[in-house]
């Protein structure tokens, strides 16, 4: 199935600093969600961004969305400890009401 | 408070030994779906249901079952498990329309092991 693939796969940064991570698609979306995992737990909802959309903020989240490259990138500004965690991108494409997820991203935070 | 519940958390059972994960939610949700997540793949959708009596196949159906008699339940059965179901599995729930129109809420996570 298709599914969004993450970028990069890892991502160690300083408390403080700004996180991005991009996520790719290969076909047509209704829209695209992230998602957060901490360690074991379950998947938190982030933010859900519509084919429509270009960006939308969320506390310290930013998504943008661009439908002709098939893009996404979450930004994580002024990162914290707490915000290490897997992130995944997640598409659900269009005539079909499945949401397909990526691989992950591991971010880690350094206090 | 607003969840999905999962039972049981963590298992260890052998082969062929029939089991089954409860799946609940309290929210009302007519879309539910299972997933299991193993490491370098990701999540990869199993069943999910659009509302009761209506479910559909996700990605990896092979040695599942599922069933939607109640809005609140969907559980997992795994008729004759085997090492290679060794996962671990989200139960998730969203409102009508799935995740078309809006997020999914997951459980916290049920850690299977097949001997």
């Known amino acids: 199935s298709q599914q969004g693939e993450e970028d990069p796969q890892a991502l160690s940064i300083q408390e403080g600093e700004n996180a991005t991570m991009n996520c790719s698609y290969k076909?047509?979306?209704?829209?695209l969600q992230w998602y957060r995992q901490n360690s074991g737990r379950g998947l938190v909802h982030l933010i859900l961004?519509?084919?429509?959309?270009r960006e939308k903020h969320s506390g310290r989240l930013r998504v943008t969305l661009d439908t002709s490259k098939k893009s996404s990138s979450l930004l994580i500004t002024a990162s914290r400890a707490a915000d290490t965690a897997s992130y995944f991108c997640?598409?659900?494409?269009?005539?079909?009401?499945?949401?397909?997820f990526g691989k992950g991203n591991q971010v880690v935070v350094i206090p | 408070e607003a969840q999905v519940t999962q039972n049981p958390r963590y298992l260890i059972t052998v082969t062929g030994k029939k089991l089954t994960v409860t799946c609940s939610q309290n929210?009302?949700?007519?879309?539910m779906s299972w997933y299991r997540q193993d490491p370098g793949l990701g999540l990869r959708q199993i069943y999910y249901?659009?509302?009761?009596?209506?479910?559909d196949k996700g990605d990896v159906p092979e040695g599942y079952k599922v069933s939607r008699k109640e809005k609140r339940n969907f559980p997992l059965i795994l008729e004759s498990p085997s090492p290679n179901q060794t996962s671990l599995y989200f139960c998730?729930?969203?409102?009508?329309?799935?995740?078309?129109?809006?997020?999914?809420?997951f459980g916290e996570g049920s850690r299977l092991t097949v001997l």
């Open positions: 076909t047509s979306i209704n829209n």
């Open positions: 929210m009302n949700h007519e879309y």
């Open positions: 997640a598409t659900v494409f269009y005539g079909n009401n499945r949401l397909a």
């Open positions: 961004i519509r084919s429509n959309e």
């Open positions: 998730a729930s969203s409102l009508a329309g799935g995740p078309g129109t809006g997020e999914l809420f």
């Open positions: 249901s659009m509302n009761v009596e209506v479910t």
